[in-house]
């Protein structure tokens, strides 16, 4: 599927004042920034109109030197799941690269796993890709958004029911859904990517549970300088301290 084709079908469904997310929303402003609890309940809505028994809505991190996606919320929000988890391994970075060039969504299906697979094989504007997780069947949708932000928003289940009919339209929503988590943290992909190396070093060593005397000691640097570090890196990434900068930047795949 064509990336305008994707993005005209998304317009359509604002010009027509229906809520992108599933539900009719009629005066209202549906492509607004949204909490992350209604975004995981309206992708939901999605995960339950093809009957998807899972999903996942990811980010691709801003960092050019190891390019993973991150995991914004899964289907056990508030926590994250083993197969979100997974998802942002090793095995992500091929869609990673798929995702910044083009927005084919892509299936899989395990061999071992009947029910979804023929209904995959039959949609003609998708690919076939390697599993993004052991033993599921699942889709995969590349989503783009403002700022040159784009991401992958991925259902999984054994009796997923797609056709070529409902396929752009579920593509559409996709992308309305990111865009509007998209904008609950405006700027935050531009502030990331301000931040140096050394505070990034700082940010890693506190993730490990290191305090800043511990750090400046390990770094070689003054406990103040460290401290200015963690706090300039905090600011950058919008956050209320270290430990939701921490939060943050994991999040974002800044640091591991």
């Not at 190396?197 to 290191?210: I, Q």
Request: glycine fraction near 6%.
């Amino acid at each position: 599927m064509k990336h305008a084709q994707v993005k005209e079908a998304a317009a359509a469904l604002f010009n027509d004042q229906r809520n992108p997310f599933g539900a009719f929303s009629l005066g209202s402003e549906t492509h607004h920034a949204v909490t992350i609890p209604d975004a995981v309940r309206r992708c939901r809505w999605i995960a339950v109109d093809i009957n998807a028994s899972a999903f996942g809505l990811f980010f691709v991190s801003p960092s050019l030197e190891r390019a993973r996606l991150v995991a914004c919320f899964d289907s056990d929000y508030p926590s994250t799941g083993v197969t979100a988890k997974f998802i942002s391994g090793a095995s992500g970075e091929e869609m990673v690269r798929h995702c910044r060039i083009s927005t084919a969504p892509r299936w899989w299906a395990d061999d071992s796993m009947a029910g979804s697979r023929q209904t995959l094989e039959s949609l003609t504007w998708s690919e076939q890709t390697a599993p993004l997780a052991p033993g599921t069947n699942g889709i995969a949708f590349p989503v783009h958004a403002e700022r040159g932000q784009c991401g992958l928003v991925v259902f999984l289940g054994s009796d997923i029911t797609l056709s070529d009919d409902t396929l752009c339209e579920i593509h559409a929503r996709c992308f309305a859904l990111f865009a509007a988590v998209a904008r609950v943290r405006p700027g935050e992909t531009g502030r990331a990517r301000a931040i140096s190396k050394r505070e990034l070093e700082c940010l890693k060593l506190t993730a490990n549970g290191n305090t800043s005397e511990e750090i400046a000691k390990l770094l070689k640097l003054s406990v103040h300088t460290a401290n200015q570090y963690l706090t300039q890196s905090t600011q950058k990434l919008n956050a209320v301290n270290r430990n939701q900068a921490v939060a943050k930047a994991l999040r974002l795949g800044l640091i591991e």
